[in-house]
Each structure stands twice: as structure tokens, then as C-alpha cells.
């Protein structure tokens, strides 16, 4: 049981370049979302997703996009890179009990550098 | 809107001490409410979840406390160890995705 992973562990980028972000779960939990972590900002999330098809946006949704075809993956993907987006970015998912979320668990983060 | 608060933002106790962690949240209708500890460059890993229903959990060393009525929950530490130096966040959880608060920084000296 591998839980949560996220590749690549650390990438640079140059400004305007997009990638994709890969998080992976193996528990079967029907919520997967992504956030991104600053410092002295906390933790902000940036799209989520209730079940395979169905997503939505979290507080700071724009220059990311984010598609749920399989219950297992959840990418994110950065359409033009800008340097405001250096971030180190945290996949999560966890199971929906009524609607609401249970213990939720985290992957190890992947550190964007965009120059 | 859900607004979670944790204070302070840094705290520093000598090993062995008895630690109480604060966290609290503006909109009672909490589904349940999860405290995580993040070591630096690392993810989050769960540590308790209290159950709105619930008044606290235990696990080991810690125990967790909910008073929904006044919008707060703690974490205690008991007998605290260089270990458990490491971040601590709160989250709660409701009709809407988990809010985290920003996290209380812990040190625990030798």
C-alpha cells in the first residue's frame, strides 16, 4: 500500500513552460484534491475532486488545470508557468463518509521553481 | 466562510514538558476536526481525528480536545521529546473542503 505519491519530486521550470504534476493513490478514496504551500501563507487549495469525473475549483484555481478519468490519479497540470507559482505542491486524498471528508493523507510534495 | 486560527505561531519548550496546542475555528458546523504534524520538507501525516460528535481522541502521548460551542480544539502533548519537534496544523472539516489553520511550530529543546 504505496498511499499517496507525487512525481516528479523537484522540477525547475522557465517561465511559460507547462507541465504536468502526477499524484497517484491506491486506497480508493473517492476525494483527491491539490494544494500548494507558501511560506507564511499556509496551506491553500488550489482544485479538488469528489469522484472520478467531477472536479472544482478551491481558492486558488487559475493558471492550473486538473481532470479525474480514473478514481487512482489526479494530475495537475500548469498551462504557462510564471514565477508566482514557485511552490511546493501537495497532493491529498481521502474517503467521503455523508458527503463529508474523513482522515485525509498527504503525499511527499513536489518543489516547483520557476525562473 | 470557514476561518481556522492556531496561536501561537512558534513555541519553544525544554524536553519533558507538558505542551498544550491551540487551534480554533469560526463556523461551529464542523463535520470533524484533524490535526497533522509536517517535519520540514516533508508531506502531512494525520494524527487524530475528532468526530464533531466527539468531546477527544487519544493516541499515545497525545490527546486531542473538541468544544464545538466555543469553536476550539487542543492538542495536548504529554512528557514532550526533541522528536516531536515539527509543525503542527489543524484543519476542520465541514460542508465545504478542509480549512487548515497556518500551523504552530514546535521546538523541543534538550
Known amino acids: 500500500n504505496a498511499g499517496v505519491t507525487q512525481t516528479p519530486k523537484f522540477q525547475v521550470l522557465k517561465t511559460g513552460q507547462s507541465m504536468t504534476l502526477q499524484c497517484a493513490q491506491d486506497?480508493?478514496?473517492?476525494?483527491m484534491s491539490w494544494y500548494r504551500q507558501d511560506p507564511g501563507m499556509g496551506l491553500r487549495l488550489i482544485h479538488y475532486?469528489?469522484?472520478?469525473?467531477?472536479?472544482d475549483q478551491g481558492e486558488v484555481p487559475n493558471g492550473y488545470n486538473v481532470s479525474r478519468s480514473t478514481t487512482e490519479d489526479f494530475p495537475l497540470r500548469l498551462l504557462s508557468a510564471a514565477p508566482s507559482q514557485t511552490s511546493v505542491y501537495f497532493c491529498?486524498?481521502?474517503?467521503?463518509?455523508?458527503?463529508?471528508?474523513?482522515?485525509?493523507?498527504f503525499g511527499p510534495g513536489t518543489r516547483l521553481l520557476v525562473l | 466562510k470557514q476561518e481556522v486560527t492556531q496561536i501561537p505561531a512558534a513555541l519553544s519548550v525544554p524536553e519533558g514538558e507538558n505542551l498544550v496546542l491551540n487551534c480554533s475555528f469560526t463556523?461551529?458546523?464542523?463535520?470533524?476536526l484533524q490535526w497533522f504534524r509536517q517535519d520540514p520538507g516533508k508531506g502531512l501525516t494525520s494524527l487524530l481525528l475528532?468526530?464533531?460528535?466527539?468531546r477527544e481522541q487519544t493516541s499515545g502521548r497525545l490527546n486531542a480536545s473538541l468544544d464545538k460551542s466555543s469553536g476550539r480544539s487542543t492538542l495536548y502533548i504529554a512528557a514532550s521529546q526533541p522528536g516531536d519537534s515539527a509543525t503542527y496544523l489543524c484543519?476542520?472539516?465541514?460542508?465545504?473542503?478542509?480549512?487548515f489553520g497556518k500551523g504552530t511550530r514546535l521546538s523541543v529543546i534538550a
Open positions: 475528532i468526530q464533531s460528535s466527539q
Open positions: 475532486s469528489v469522484g472520478a469525473g467531477i472536479t
Open positions: 484543519a476542520a472539516s465541514g460542508n465545504t473542503p478542509l480549512v
Open positions: 486506497m480508493n478514496h473517492e476525494y
Open positions: 491529498a486524498s481521502s474517503s467521503i463518509h455523508r458527503g463529508r471528508q474523513e482522515t485525509q493523507y
Open positions: 463556523d461551529s458546523a464542523i463535520y470533524n
